[in-house]
C-alpha cells in the first residue's frame, strides 16, 4: 500500500509560480510511474505530467514549457513546478503512483492505483 500526501497548492495571479511536492509513505517498493493530474469543477481529471522511476517525463500539451515534474527517489517525493500559470490551471491537483508500466493509457486516471488526497490550485486573472 502506497500512502500520497500532497501539499504546495494556493493562490496565485496569472503569471505567477507555485511548486506542489507528494510525499509517500508506507512503501515497499518504488512506484514505477509517478504523476500529477488535475480536476477542475465540472471537468473530467485529467493527467497533466508523468515520471518514470528513471526520470523519463511527459506532459499534456497545455501545460509543456511551463510545468516542470521530478522526484526525489531518496527522499519518496515527487514535485510539479508550476511556472506562468494561467487561470484555467485553476483546479484540485492529485498526485499519483503506478508500480509498473501502464503503455498508452499513461494520462489516464485508471491507470494509477494510488492517490492523494488533492490540493488545491487558484489563478486570478
Known amino acids: 500500500q502506497v500512502q500520497l500526501v500532497e501539499s504546495g497548492g494556493g493562490s496565485v495571479q496569472a503569471g505567477g509560480s507555485l511548486r506542489l511536492s507528494c510525499a509517500a509513505s508506507?512503501?515497499?517498493?518504488?512506484?514505477?510511474?509517478m504523476a500529477w493530474f488535475r480536476q477542475a469543477p465540472g471537468k473530467e481529471r485529467e493527467g497533466v505530467a508523468v515520471?518514470?522511476?528513471?526520470?523519463?517525463?511527459l506532459y499534456t500539451d497545455s501545460v509543456k514549457g511551463r510545468f516542470t515534474i521530478s522526484r526525489d527517489n531518496a527522499k519518496n517525493t515527487l514535485y510539479l513546478q508550476m511556472d506562468s500559470l494561467k487561470p484555467e490551471d485553476t483546479a484540485m491537483y492529485y498526485c499519483?503512483?503506478?508500480?509498473?508500466?501502464?503503455?498508452?493509457?499513461?494520462?489516464?486516471?485508471?491507470?494509477?492505483?494510488?492517490w492523494g488526497q488533492g490540493t488545491q490550485v487558484a489563478v486570478s486573472s
Open positions: 508506507d512503501i515497499t517498493a518504488r512506484p514505477y510511474l
Open positions: 499519483a503512483a503506478a508500480m509498473g508500466w501502464v503503455g498508452s493509457s499513461i494520462f489516464s486516471p485508471r491507470s494509477f492505483n494510488y
Open positions: 515520471i518514470t522511476l528513471t526520470g523519463t517525463t
